[in-house]
């Protein structure tokens, strides 16, 4: 199994980034997925997260109304749109995904089976 996350980089306040997550070796339809994110000196957090399907979507209070989680299925692919990005989004974003994650438990790290290598957010001020 393999989560190959992608699209991180260096962008103004206010900016926008779209990260992808690309997944092998697992049946992607029947995982729900998430995106995590760690800071520098702090403990890893949710951000957003989806259901099997994609028809629902959950998120952190922190970004909620300025990032966007989706998935495509038939490409294997999760995403996350992210606008208005401030200098506090700055960390190393990861994506997960789990069998078994169900609506209670889509915001606990420790309910993903899977993880990608992460890829670095820089928000500038």
């Known amino acids: 199994v393999q989560l190959q996350a992608s699209g991180g980089g260096l962008v103004q306040a206010g900016g926008s980034l779209r990260l992808s997550c690309v997944a092998s070796g697992l049946s992607f339809s029947t995982y729900a997925m998430g995106w995590f994110r760690q800071a520098p000196g702090k403990e890893r957090e949710f951000v957003a997260g989806?259901?099997?399907?994609?028809?629902?979507?959950y998120y952190a209070d922190s970004v909620k109304g300025r990032f966007t989680i989706s998935r495509d299925n038939a490409k294997n692919t999760l995403y996350l749109q992210m606008n208005s990005l401030k200098p506090e989004d700055t960390a190393v974003y990861y994506c997960?995904?789990?069998?078994?994650?169900?609506?209670?438990?889509?915001?606990?790290?420790?309910?993903?089976?899977?993880w990608g290598q992460g890829t670095q957010v820089t928000v500038s001020s």
């Open positions: 989806t259901r099997r399907s994609g028809s629902s979507q």
């Open positions: 997960a995904g789990g069998p078994t994650v169900i609506t209670s438990t889509i915001r606990l790290a420790s309910a993903y089976h899977y």
